[in-house]
């Protein structure tokens, strides 16, 4: 089983699309998946179709050991995926995980009883290396960072990785980069090209083959509650995501 955290504490890079549609995609490959909001806007639980006001229980609760994750978890996307939903009461986990004793572990001691029933687990993180991203952190197996090919790409980088390292130390010696995933790109925009090359030099064999280009198709999505493989198969932006499912299962073969 393969449980990858998708994080970089700076915002906008892609981490809630990169969430959904790589889940998707990797269901759609015949994947038993699970998708996990660790984010207290709980955008990924809006882009697989469902709405925040109506939950009634929610990752907050499984966090704080009041619900066992197999009874909070939901089917959707027609049963293809399984989501575990997250709202504004990921605020709350939050504090009250800071308080409990290895509150560091909680995600990971929720996903034991569940998790060997599915292939792959992805966890989108908040934009912050808070203490819902440390759980991811604690919890996971693989890395996989969203970059945006901007000025400031690497900003803040250095500090994920500190974090890493410290996690994989202390909590977790398993945690590994499994991939720096280049979003947003524009290969008309010349900076973009600059950061890629910088991107490819400082992490040799760390950055993944497939690009995930700007486009509006896989920008609109999210809006309708579908990733972009229901939303628009065509679209640049799905058949990217398609071929990064490829590039991770090919990779956790590798691995295996």
């Given at each position: 089983?393969?449980?990858?955290?998708?994080?970089?504490?700076?915002?906008?890079?892609?981490?809630?699309?990169?969430?959904?549609?790589?889940?998707?995609?990797?269901?759609?490959?015949?994947?038993?998946?699970?998708?996990?909001?660790?984010?207290a806007q709980g955008n990924a639980t809006m882009g697989v179709g469902l709405t925040r006001a109506d939950l009634t229980v929610?990752?907050?609760?499984?966090?704080?050991?009041?619900?066992?994750?197999?009874?909070?978890?939901?089917?959707?996307?027609?049963?293809?995926?399984?989501?575990?939903?997250?709202?504004?009461?990921m605020t709350a986990a939050e504090v009250g995980l800071r308080k409990r004793r290895n509150g560091e572990l909680a995600l990971?001691?929720?996903?034991a009883d569940s998790a060997p029933a599915f292939d792959y687990v992805i966890i989108d993180c908040p934009p912050a290396l808070?203490?819902?991203?440390?759980?991811?952190?604690?919890?996971?197996?693989?890395?996989?960072?969203?970059?945006?090919?901007?000025?400031?790409?690497?900003?803040?980088?250095?500090?994920?990785?500190?974090?890493?390292?410290?996690?994989?130390?202390?909590?977790?010696?398993?945690?590994?980069?499994?991939?720096?995933?280049?979003?947003?790109?524009?290969?008309?925009?010349?900076?973009?090209?600059?950061?890629?090359?910088?991107?490819?030099?400082?992490?040799?064999?760390?950055?993944?083959?497939?690009?995930?280009?700007?486009?509006?198709?896989?920008?609109?999505?999210?809006?309708?509650?579908?990733?972009?493989?229901?939303?628009?198969?065509?679209?640049?932006?799905?058949?990217?995501?398609?071929?990064?499912?490829?590039?991770?299962?090919?990779?956790?073969?590798?691995?295996?």
């Amino acid at each position: 089983m393969r449980i990858l955290a998708v994080a970089n504490q700076k915002g906008g890079v892609g981490k809630t699309t990169t969430s959904i549609n790589l889940a998707a995609c990797l269901a759609e490959a015949g994947q038993r998946v699970l998708l996990v909001d660790m984010d207290a806007q709980g955008n990924a639980t809006m882009g697989v179709g469902l709405t925040r006001a109506d939950l009634t229980v929610t990752a907050c609760d499984v966090l704080l050991g009041e619900q066992r994750l197999a009874d909070v978890m939901r089917p959707v996307l027609d049963g293809r995926l399984s989501l575990l939903p997250a709202n504004g009461d990921m605020t709350a986990a939050e504090v009250g995980l800071r308080k409990r004793r290895n509150g560091e572990l909680a995600l990971r001691e929720a996903l034991a009883d569940s998790a060997p029933a599915f292939d792959y687990v992805i966890i989108d993180c908040p934009p912050a290396l808070s203490m819902l991203t440390v759980n991811a952190l604690s919890a996971c197996n693989g890395l996989l960072i969203p970059m945006q090919c901007e000025y400031y790409a690497l900003e803040g980088l250095s500090a994920l990785l500190d974090t890493v390292d410290k996690v994989r130390a202390v909590i977790n010696s398993d945690l590994a980069i499994a991939g720096l995933l280049r979003t947003m790109y524009d290969p008309r925009n010349r900076l973009s090209g600059e950061v890629s090359d910088q991107l490819l030099t400082h992490f040799s064999g760390q950055v993944y083959d497939t690009i995930i280009p700007r486009n509006v198709r896989l920008a609109e999505a999210p809006s309708h509650g579908l990733p972009a493989i229901d939303y628009d198969a065509s679209a640049s932006g799905a058949r990217a995501y398609r071929a990064l499912a490829l590039e991770v299962l090919g990779r956790s073969d590798r691995a295996a």
